[in-house]
């Protein structure tokens, strides 16, 4: 007891303060500094707070130049810096796929005012398939070319022959003769994409070869083309998207394809055809698809009901009496085909919208598979999630009756107007 109170009375001999009460704002400080140190060691590494505030002092000279305009004293690093992550990643993205990266030109032969052969020249991507020389690219990109070229990685040029073509999904398969040591890229899997997977775009853009640019998946979702298909789950991507790169891959962080690049937004007040930080890819699923109809059938086998129709509103409906506001009302069935063998009907009274004749009296479509057909569209993607030969069940409305009606769907060789 005596040592205690000798320990806790001592004083301070000048202030009369006791020692355990001088100490204590001194350990407080100590607690406060060593916990920052455990923190700053946890959120940046060793050495990294001193490169952000000397950031040149070790690996970097002053270099004197001498010239006409003065002298000049240049800070050099004395060594390239080693690059991170991040950057580890993107080089490494890149060096796998740019070799089965090609650009495409196409020629086509137009007329000047005095009717005198003027050639034009329009460029895109493409990346190849096999050593056989196939390669894939956007049927726009050689649409009504009269010539073909496809230039290499290592800048070594082939004329290319259009072996297969799919206007409707807006991809063609070109091949090249005589290229040794091609390099094929690697196709992924498209069906699990996420929104805000990281994506990397290689292309030609305007004329630039081997370009890449990174961003993200924004959105999986229906877009329409100019030619009035739609893509179904395509890519929306914000990496720069620009002329050049159409029928170039979208990559995923492995250098995978999971895309072919087809659309821009362009900028509406932009004046020029340029990214407006919207691109969008077909998805490799799709394209699997194609490249597996082309492979067994020389061409794509797209399913068709074999029918003329129309689509039906609201406004529609109810002038005609129909059941329900919405749906495809068949008009004509085309002899033979896949909706008259399943015994669906076409319209049998002629009736005028505006001054387009139409058929009424038909069966309303207005569902397939159980999905609920409202548009064009709707049916256009129900018919495309399936392969001539496979059996769908048509929801229809025959006057007041609504019924299921199962139907071998057929492959549609031509098809003109609404047909589907």
Request: no cysteine.
């Amino acid at each position: 007891m005596w040592k205690r109170a000798a320990l806790t009375n001592v004083d301070d001999s000048r202030t009369g303060t006791p020692l355990t009460m001088k100490l204590r704002p001194l350990l407080l400080v100590l607690l406060i500094l060593l916990g920052l140190h455990s923190l700053s060691n946890r959120l940046f590494p060793a050495g990294t707070i001193n490169g952000l505030l000397h950031p040149m002092t070790s690996d970097a000279a002053v270099q004197q130049v001498n010239g006409p305009l003065g002298n000049f004293g240049l800070t050099v690093a004395s060594a390239a810096p080693a690059f991170d992550v991040e950057e580890q990643q993107n080089i490494a993205v890149y060096k796998r796929a740019i070799p089965s990266v090609v650009n495409i030109t196409s020629t086509q032969v137009a007329y000047d005012f005095f009717y005198r052969p003027v050639p034009q020249q329009g460029q895109g991507s493409g990346f190849i398939l096999d050593k056989e020389g196939h390669i894939l690219t956007n049927h726009h990109v050689i649409e009504n070319a009269q010539l073909v070229e496809v230039t290499l990685h290592d800048k070594h040029k082939y004329k290319a022959a259009v072996v297969g073509d799919d206007p409707n999904h807006d991809l063609a398969l070109l091949q090249i003769q005589g290229a040794p040591n091609l390099q094929a890229a690697t196709l992924a899997d498209s069906s699990s994409l996420m929104v805000g997977q990281q994506v990397y775009a290689i292309g030609n853009p305007f004329g630039f070869s081997g370009t890449m640019t990174r961003g993200i998946i924004s959105a999986i979702r229906s877009i329409a083309m100019a030619s009035g298909n739609k893509i179904e789950d395509a890519i929306q991507t914000d990496a720069s998207v620009n002329p050049g790169n159409s029928g170039g891959p979208l990559l995923n962080s492995h250098g995978e394809v999971i895309g072919i690049t087809t659309l821009i937004a362009s900028n509406p007040n932009g004046g020029a055809d340029q990214s407006a930080g919207i691109g969008f890819a077909i998805p490799i699923s799709t394209a699997k698809a194609v490249l597996s109809d082309f492979e067994h059938y020389g061409r794509v086998r797209r399913p068709s009901l074999d029918t003329v129709t129309l689509a039906i509103g609201p406004d529609i409906a109810e002038q005609i009496g129909l059941p329900a506001d919405y749906g495809i009302l068949i008009e004509r069935v085309l002899p033979g085909g896949a909706a008259e063998r399943a015994g669906l009907k076409g319209g049998t009274q002629r009736a005028y919208m505006g001054n387009q004749p139409v058929a009424l009296g038909g069966d309303l479509i207005v569902g397939i598979d159980g999905q609920e057909i409202t548009t064009t569209q709707d049916m256009s993607a129900a018919l495309n999630a399936h392969r001539a030969g496979d059996k769908i069940t048509v929801t229809i409305y025959r006057g007041r009756r609504r019924m299921d009606v199962p139907v071998t769907l057929s492959d549609a060789k031509q098809m003109t107007g609404n047909e589907a």
